[in-house]
């Protein structure tokens, strides 16, 4: 089994920078590609980013694109989000998420098996 955890949120103001952290550990031999979802209070887990295992492979949500930056360090078994100019918009909890695979690009919730269990990010105006 593979345990994700996520770090790095906390209450900023508008403008601001936040870099948040994923760590796996367990079998992270079975751990591929990651993303990051988010969930607003009565939303549904929207997309964020993603990352194949090797890091060449990126993908950023419209809403962020420009604005935040995904990578990962395998020799840390860690992955990032670095979030830029943040906005009242952003705030939700942020989940990190693995899957099994690293073939395509994957969008939805439903194709990750590995979830963390979520770090609160506050944007203030």
């Known amino acids: 089994q593979v345990q994700l955890v996520e770090s790095g949120g906390g209450l900023v103001q508008a403008g601001d920078s936040l870099r948040l952290s994923c760590t796996a550990s367990?079998?992270?031999?079975?751990?591929?590609?990651m993303a990051w979802f988010r969930q607003a209070p009565g939303m549904e887990h929207d997309f964020v980013g993603y990352?194949?295992?090797?890091?060449?492979?990126?993908f950023l949500a419209r809403s962020v694109k420009g604005r935040f930056t995904i990578s990962r360090d395998n020799a840390k078994n860690t992955m990032y989000l670095q979030m830029d100019s943040l906005t009242p918009e952003d705030t939700a909890v942020y989940f990190c998420?693995?899957?099994?695979?690293?073939?395509?690009?994957?969008?939805?919730?439903?194709?990750?098996?590995?979830w963390g269990q979520g770090t609160q990010v506050t944007v203030s105006t």
């Open positions: 990352i194949n295992w090797s890091g060449t492979s990126t």
């Open positions: 367990g079998r992270t031999s079975d751990l591929y590609a």
């Open positions: 998420a693995g899957s099994r695979f690293d073939n395509l690009i994957k969008f939805s919730s439903q194709d990750y098996a590995y």
